[in-house]
């Protein structure tokens, strides 16, 4: 069976990962379409990992990471 396509919604809001990735972002001094065009995806994504509603997959995550100058550890090991 093939693995689903499209987005990835979390399980449960992870509101604890989200918080870390918006506290990053303006750390960074980017805002949320800034960061979705370093990366490559939409503003809407960029919200939805903010508000935790969204599991990015472990290579848009080292993108953010990367965009932000932090860790992916640091951002979603809460």
């Given at each position: 069976m093939a693995p689903p396509s499209g987005p990835v919604r979390?399980?449960?809001?992870?509101?604890?990962a989200g918080a870390c990735i918006r506290a990053a972002r303006k750390e960074a001094g980017l805002t949320q379409q800034g960061l979705s065009a370093a990366v490559g995806v939409s503003r809407q994504t960029i919200i939805a990992m903010e508000t935790g509603d969204y599991a990015p997959s472990v290579?848009?995550?080292?993108?953010?990471?990367?965009?932000?100058?932090?860790t992916v550890e640091s951002l979603w090991d809460a």
């Open positions: 979390a399980a449960e809001a992870d509101g604890a290579y848009l995550a080292i993108k953010i990471a990367r965009a932000l100058g932090v």
